[in-house]
């Protein structure tokens, strides 16, 4: 029997899915970067919501997505925390979280959860986001927010949401990486 050991390079240059990174790094969003990451945020069983954001280089992630999540956390209401991997970047970040923690769903990037100890109680598909504006995104959200969340929003102060750039650009511009 051989070793055979799997390497997982990001597949997306990062600097180029840098930007997508930093829209929701503005407005709180924890990056898990690895497995134990993961673990520690997702597997906490203490009764805080967790809003879990499977980020994306595709063009509804830029359009739609990640604009609708950050201004649902605009809202009067919020998860306690939030956080955010990032599919075909930090692999096996990725992997724990739908291997794990969304397991009974199939794997959609982007896609968005909330979580309560362990327990999905929202889950957003990509089919969900595919035609949708961002009002309409974070129109959903908030609903979903009012229901299962009592954190005070907004996430960060709204001049400081208004500053924010979005990166809308679609991921079949973007080089792979090391190729």
């Keep these: 029997m051989s070793d055979f050991q799997i390497s ?33 945020a997702l597997g906490v069983k203490n009764d805080q919501t967790i809003f879990v954001f499977i980020n994306s280089v595709c063009g509804c992630a830029g359009g739609s997505a990640r604009p609708g999540a950050t201004l649902a956390l605009q809202h009067k209401t ?12 930090e692999r096996p970040a990725v992997e724990q979280v739908r291997q794990v923690y969304l397991k009974d769903f199939p794997p959609s990037s982007p896609s ?5 100890n362990g327990e999905v ?16 995104i974070a129109a959903i959200l908030t609903q979903v927010f009012d229901k299962f969340c009592s954190a005070e929003g907004p996430s960060i102060p709204p001049e400081d949401y208004a500053k924010i750039v979005h990166a809308r650009m679609c991921g079949s511009k973007i080089p792979r990486f090391g190729r």
């Design 8 to 40: 997982y390079f990001p597949m997306y240059d990062p600097e180029a899915v840098q930007p997508m990174r930093d829209e929701l790094v503005a407005v709180g969003f924890d990056e898990l970067l690895t497995p134990e990451d993961v673990d520690a």
């Design 121 to 136: 109680l929202y889950m957003m598909h990509r089919h969900d986001i595919e035609g949708r504006s961002a009002e309409d």
């Design 78 to 89: 919020i998860p306690d925390r939030f956080v955010t991997v990032f599919a075909g970047q």
């Design 112 to 116: 968005m959860a909330l979580l309560k």
